[in-house]
C-alpha cells in the first residue's frame, strides 16, 4: 500500500496503486482512470497532496485504484467530504468523483452547494445514464422511456442536464468530454485543476452492462465529426468531417441553429465565435441534444471568482491580524465576573 | 418567600435568603432581554442563581395569545442553589395571556405584578378570559399589584426621539427597573449593556435607560400597597474564586476550543442551523482568531461529512445538531465509525419525535446515541448535566475521539444550553495536554495499525510523504486496511471496534455517588440536566434522616467499570428521566437490575418537590 515519496518525474502508472481494479470489463471507467493518471502525471502532481473522494456507486470506486489519498465515503455525500477536506487544509489538490446518481439524484444537493460556493475542488461526474451498481434501473439522467428494472413499460420523467444543472448552480468552470476520448480528457482535466474554485467535468461513460451504446449515436467513430462540437474560447463553433458546419444564433431569436458554410448563402462570418464566459451561451450549448444538434465538449464555460477556501482563509488572516488570540483563561475571564473572597 | 422571619437590613429591606421570580409576557415583549439583565445584575450581586428560559418556538406568534407567551424564570439564593425553582414567589405578568398561562404555577401567596395597560376587553378575551381576571377574584388568594406600565413607560421617555411604538418597546425595561428596586440589584450593568447594543441608535439606548429608571424611582415613590416590601437577599457562601454568569452554550465552546488546544489541532465545525443548537455556531464562529474554522452547510449530512473530511485531513471535525439532525447524520456517523477518524457530535437535545417541541427540553436521544445506527456500529457517548459541566464534557470529548480515533456523542440540552448559572472560572492549565501525533513512519504503514492498549487506529494525514492511502465505507482487512468482504475478517473487525470504545471505561473515572452512601435502601440515578433537581431532592431527603443515595451518570458508554457494583449495592434504584424511559432501560439490560423509570415527557425540567414525594414514598415505611 505504501508509495515512496515522488521521484523527479512521475509516470501515469506511478499514479495507480496495488489494488485490482474491479469494473466490468469495457467499462468506459477504465479509460477515465487512465486518463486522469496521464493528466495527474502530465502536472507534475504530487501524490501525497493528491485527495481523491467519492461517493457510492461504480465510479466511487475510483479512489482505490490511485496511489493517492483516497477517501470513499458514502452515497451522495462526496462533494461535502470533499469541501471539509479542503477547507481543513487548502493546499490538498482535492478530487470529487461520483456518477450520474450519486451527484445527480441523492447527492444533487451537495453537487449544487459545491459548485455555488466555488470551492477548489475538481468535480467529475461520470455520466453512464443508468443505476449500475445497483443493477441498471433508470437514473435522473435517463431519456424518458428507458426500459429498466424499475421502470419495464418505459420511464415517464424528465432528465436533467449535467452541464445545464451545473451552469445553473453558477459553477464556475463546466466542461464536458467523452471517457474513451484521450486527446480532449486529460487536457480539459488540466484545465479544470488549472481553474482556482470549483470545477465540473462531465465525462460521458458507456455503461457495457446496463446501457451500452447509449452515446453510440455521437460517439461511434464514424458519427464523432457530425455528433460532437468541441469548444474552444475564441474560435468559431464549427464541426463536421471538413469543419463545414457550425452553430449562429437564429437571426432574431434567443436559440442556436445548426448551419453548412456555403449554403443558403451562410460564410464563416456567421459562425457563432465561442465566448467561455458567457454564460447564457454556455446554456444553450450545454443544453444541445442530438440528433437535432452536436454534443458540446471541451470548456463549455469558465469564468473565474475567488474560491470560497482562500476567501475563508484570507478572512481568517485579516481576523488574525485584527484580533488578538489570547488565552482562553483570558478569554474566559472578559465580560462580568466577580471575585469571592 | 421562603424566610418567615421578617428579618430586616439596615435601611429597612426584608433580609430573604431565596426567590424565584417568573417574567412572562408576548414574545415580542423582551422578557428573555429583561431575564438575562436581571440574571446578570443578581449574578454581580453574589448569590447563586439558577435560570430557566421558556419561549414558544414562533419568533413573534400573533399578539396576546396564550401560545406566544415568552418566560424567564430565575431563582437566586443567599445559599448554594441547583435549580431554577419549582414555584415562582413572583410573577410578573406583561399581559392577560401571561397571567393566564404562569398563574398556575405561582406559590399560594405569591405576588402577581401586571401590567393594567395591556388589560383591555380584547387582550383579555384573546387569552381565553371570560371575565377580567383582575375583577373577578381569580386572583384573591394572590398579592396583586396593578401597574399601568405601558402609560408610566411613556410617560418617561416622553421629549426622546423616539416613536410610540419604540417608546412602548421599553416597558420590559421599566419592569426590570422596578424588579431591580424591589430585590435591591445594581441598574448599572444593564445600562452599560444597553449603551453598547444601542451604541448606533443613541435614542433609543436613552429611551431605555429612562424607562429603567423610571421604574425604579417609581418604587421608590409610588405609594404601593403596606404589605409589599423590598428585599435585600445576601450574597451566598460559594468557594473563592472569580465568577461569571454562563450558559452551557458559552462553556461547551470554550471547552471544545481548549479541548483543541490540548489536542494541538484546529477546529473545523461543520453545522446548519436548527434549534436549540445554532447559538455554539454562533460562539465558535466568533472565535476565528484561534483559527477555528466553522462551515454553515448546506444541510445536516453536509455538515456532519464536512466535519469528517476535515478530520481526515487532520483538524478536529466537530458537528452542531439537535435529535432530527442527528437522526439525519446517522449514515455519516456509521462512516466515523468504520474508517475511525475522530469526530465529536454536540447533540443539543429538544423535545421529540419529529420536529416535536424545538423549544422545549428533554433527554430523549440516549437511545439514538448508544444504539441508532445501522449495523454494529458503537460509538462513546458522555452527557453533561450542568452548564459548568458542558466545558469538561467537551473536553473529554475531544481527548476521547483523538485518542481512540472514534466519533463521540456529547448529549448536551437545549435546557443547559440556555440556563444561566454562576461558574468559578477554571484554569485551563489544570487539564493535561493531550498532543496528537501524525503517523509518519512509512515502514509497515496500514491505516489501520492499531495502538495495543487502546485499539485507536494510527491517523496519517494526506500532506504526509509515503503514506499515501484509502479509506472508506467499505469493510476493511483487519491486516492491511484494504477492502475486504472476508467474512471472519469482518467478526473480527467489528469486535475490534466494539473492544476498541469498550477500552474508553479503563479511561475514565470510576462512578461516583454525588450525595448519600454507596450503598443503602434507594438511590437515585440520573444523567444530563435532572443533576440540580435530583440533587436537591435527595439531599433534602438524606437531611431528614432517609437512606437516599444520588448517583449521576456522565458517561453513558461504555457506562463506568464500577458501575454496576455500586447499584447493587442498593436496595431499590429509581431512574428520574426526562423520556419514557431510556437510561432506565439500558442499566436493565446492561446490568440486569431491577431498576425503576420515573418518567417525566413535560418539556419541563423536573420539581425537587415532585422528586422529594417520589423518593419518601419509596424509603418511608
Redesign the interface.
Known amino acids: 500500500m505504501n508509495v515512496q515519496s515522488p521521484p523527479e518525474a512521475l509516470k501515469p502508472n506511478d499514479f495507480a496503486s496495488d489494488q485490482e481494479v474491479r469494473w466490468c470489463p469495457g467499462c468506459g471507467d477504465y479509460a477515465i482512470v487512465k486518463a486522469v493518471q496521464r493528466s495527474l502525471a502530465n502536472m507534475g502532481a504530487d501524490p501525497k497532496n493528491t485527495v481523491f473522494v467519492s461517493g457510492i456507486g461504480c465510479a466511487a470506486r475510483f479512489p482505490y485504484y490511485m496511489a493517492t489519498y483516497g477517501f470513499h465515503t458514502i452515497h451522495g455525500r462526496a462533494p461535502a467530504v470533499a469541501s471539509g477536506v479542503k477547507l481543513a487544509n487548502p493546499e490538498l489538490d482535492v478530487w470529487v468523483i461520483g456518477g450520474d446518481g450519486d451527484m445527480l439524484s441523492i447527492g444533487g444537493n451537495h453537487t449544487l452547494h459545491v459548485l455555488r460556493r466555488n470551492i477548489d475542488v475538481q468535480v467529475l461526474l461520470f455520466n453512464n445514464e443508468i443505476y449500475g451498481l445497483t443493477k441498471g434501473q433508470y437514473s435522473p439522467t435517463s431519456k424518458v422511456g428507458t426500459r429498466s428494472p424499475s421502470t419495464p413499460a418505459g420511464s415517464v420523467d424528465s432528465p436533467v442536464s449535467a452541464c445545464v444543472f451545473a451552469l445553473g448552480c453558477n459553477a464556475r468552470f463546466v466542461g464536458r468530454s467523452v471517457d474513451t476520448n484521450q486527446k480532449v480528457l486529460p487536457g480539459l482535466l488540466q484545465e479544470a485543476k488549472e481553474n482556482k474554485g470549483a470545477s465540473f467535468v462531465e465525462i460521458l461513460q458507456n455503461c457495457i452492462v446496463y446501457n451500452d451504446g447509449v452515446y453510440s449515436s455521437f460517439t461511434d467513430k464514424a458519427n464523432v465529426a457530425d455528433g460532437q462540437i468541441l469548444c474552444k474560447h475564441g474560435e468559431p463553433l464549427v464541426f463536421g468531417k471538413e469543419s463545414e458546419k457550425g452553430l449562429r444564433l437564429t437571426p432574431g431569436k434567443m436559440e442556436l441553429e445548426v448551419v453548412t458554410i456555403g449554403e443558403d448563402g451562410v460564410t464563416e462570418d456567421d459562425i457563432l465565435v465561442h465566448d467561455e464566459t458567457n454564460r447564457p451561451l454556455a446554456l444553450m450549448l450545454a443544453g444541445m441534444q442530438p440528433p437535432d444538434f452536436p454534443v458540446a465538449m471541451g470548456v463549455i464555460f469558465r469564468d473565474p471568482g475567488q474560491a470560497y477556501d482562500e476567501a475563508v482563509y484570507s478572512q481568517i488572516d485579516e481576523i488574525k491580524e485584527n484580533t488578538e488570540a489570547i488565552p482562553v483563561n483570558d478569554l474566559m475571564h472578559k465580560g462580568k465576573t466577580w471575585t469571592v473572597v | 418567600m421562603a424566610t418567615q422571619l421578617k428579618e430586616t437590613d439596615e435601611s429597612g429591606r426584608e433580609i430573604i435568603d431565596s426567590v424565584v421570580i417568573r417574567f412572562a409576557g408576548d414574545s415580542g415583549d423582551g422578557m428573555q432581554l429583561t431575564g438575562t439583565q436581571f440574571t446578570?445584575s443578581t449574578?454581580?450581586m453574589?448569590n447563586d442563581l439558577s435560570t430557566f428560559p421558556d419561549f414558544p418556538a414562533e419568533i413573534r406568534a400573533p399578539v396576546g395569545t396564550t401560545y406566544g407567551v415568552s418566560a424567564f424564570q430565575i431563582n437566586f439564593a443567599s445559599h448554594v442553589i441547583k435549580t431554577p425553582g419549582d414555584a415562582p414567589d413572583v410573577l410578573v405578568a406583561m399581559n392577560p395571556a401571561a397571567l393566564k398561562v404562569h398563574l398556575k404555577d405561582l406559590v399560594p401567596g405569591g405576588t402577581v405584578i401586571v401590567n393594567l395597560g395591556s388589560f383591555t376587553d380584547r387582550n383579555i378575551e384573546k387569552a381565553g378570559y371570560t371575565s377580567n381576571p383582575l375583577e373577578d377574584g381569580t386572583l384573591e388568594d394572590y398579592r396583586l399589584i396593578e401597574i399601568d406600565i405601558s402609560k408610566l413607560t411613556l410617560a418617561a421617555v416622553e421629549g426622546i426621539d423616539v416613536t410610540q411604538k419604540e417608546a412602548l418597546r421599553a416597558k420590559n425595561l421599566w419592569t426590570l427597573g422596578l424588579m431591580c428596586w424591589m430585590y435591591n440589584r445594581d441598574r448599572q450593568?444593564t445600562i452599560d449593556w444597553l449603551n453598547q447594543r444601542f451604541g448606533k441608535l443613541p435614542n433609543i439606548a436613552e429611551a431605555n435607560i429612562a424607562a429603567l429608571n423610571a421604574g425604579h424611582a417609581f418604587g421608590e415613590t409610588a405609594e404601593l400597597p403596606s404589605e409589599i416590601s423590598t428585599y435585600v437577599v445576601p450574597?451566598a457562601k460559594?468557594?473563592?474564586?472569580?465568577?461569571?454568569?454562563v450558559t452551557g452554550v458559552e462553556t461547551t465552546c470554550?471547552g471544545l476550543?481548549?479541548g483543541a488546544?490540548k489536542a494541538g489541532l484546529?477546529i473545523?465545525l461543520?453545522s446548519y442551523p436548527i434549534t436549540p443548537a445554532s447559538p455554539l455556531l454562533h460562539s465558535l464562529s466568533n472565535l476565528?482568531?484561534?483559527?477555528v474554522?466553522t462551515?454553515q452547510?448546506?444541510?445536516e449530512?453536509?455538515a456532519v461529512?464536512?466535519?469528517?473530511?476535515?478530520?481526515?485531513?487532520?483538524?478536529i471535525?466537530v458537528t452542531s445538531s439537535s435529535g432530527p439532525g442527528v437522526a439525519l447524520k446517522s449514515?455519516?456517523l456509521?462512516?466515523a465509525v468504520v474508517?475511525e477518524l475522530p469526530l465529536v457530535v454536540v447533540n443539543f437535545q429538544r423535545a421529540g419525535p419529529s420536529t416535536g417541541m424545538p423549544t422545549k427540553t428533554e433527554q430523549s436521544d440516549l437511545f439514538q446515541s448508544v444504539f441508532g445506527r445501522n449495523g454494529d456500529t458503537p460509538m462513546p457517548v458522555i452527557s453533561a448535566s450542568t452548564a459548568s459541566d458542558c466545558y469538561e464534557c467537551a473536553i473529554e470529548a475531544v481527548r476521547i475521539a483523538t485518542k481512540y480515533m472514534t466519533p463521540v456523542m456529547f448529549l448536551n440540552e437545549g435546557f443547559l444550553a440556555n440556563a444561566a448559572e454562576p461558574w468559578?472560572?477554571?484554569?485551563?492549565?489544570d487539564i493535561e495536554p493531550f498532543p496528537v501525533e501524525f503517523a509518519s513512519e512509512?515502514e509497515g504503514?496500514?491505516?489501520y495499525l492499531r495502538d495495543e492498549k487502546t485499539l485507536g487506529r494510527n491517523w496519517a494525514?494526506?500532506?504526509?510523504?509515503?503514506?499515501?492511502?484509502?479509506?472508506?465505507?467499505?469493510e476493511k482487512d483487519y491486516d492491511?486496511?484494504?477492502?475486504s468482504y472476508d467474512a471472519d475478517n469482518h467478526h473480527k473487525m467489528t469486535k475490534v471496534r466494539a473492544q476498541k470504545v469498550l477500552n474508553v471505561a479503563d479511561d475514565i473515572p470510576d462512578q461516583d455517588v454525588a450525595s448519600g452512601n454507596t450503598s443503602g435502601k434507594l438511590a437515585v440515578v440520573g444523567w444530563g440536566s435532572t443533576y440540580g433537581a435530583i440533587e436537591q431532592a435527595t439531599r433534602r431527603c438524606q437531611e431528614a434522616g432517609l437512606d437516599v443515595s444520588h448517583i449521576h451518570i456522565r458517561y453513558i458508554w461504555p457506562l463506568p467499570k464500577n458501575l454496576g457494583d455500586l447499584l447493587n449495592g442498593f436496595d431499590r434504584i429509581l431512574i428520574p428521566e426526562m423520556n419514557n424511559g431510556q437510561l432506565v432501560t439500558l442499566l436493565r439490560s446492561e446490568y440486569l437490575v431491577d431498576a425503576e423509570s420515573l418518567a417525566q415527557i413535560t418539556g419541563q425540567p423536573f420539581k425537587v418537590a415532585d422528586l422529594e414525594q417520589e423518593i419518601r414514598s419509596r424509603v418511608e415505611d
Open positions: 446578570q449574578a454581580l453574589g450593568p450574597k460559594v468557594e473563592p474564586g472569580i465568577y461569571r454568569a470554550w476550543l481548549v488546544q484546529n473545523f461543520g476565528k482568531q484561534y483559527g474554522v462551515f452547510a448546506e444541510d449530512i453536509s461529512c464536512s466535519a469528517i473530511g476535515a478530520s481526515y485531513a487532520g483538524a471535525g449514515e455519516a456509521g462512516l474508517t468559578k472560572l477554571p484554569d485551563t492549565d512509512t504503514f496500514h491505516p494525514i494526506p500532506g504526509t510523504p509515503g503514506l499515501e492511502h484509502r479509506i472508506g465505507g467499505i492491511s486496511g484494504n477492502i
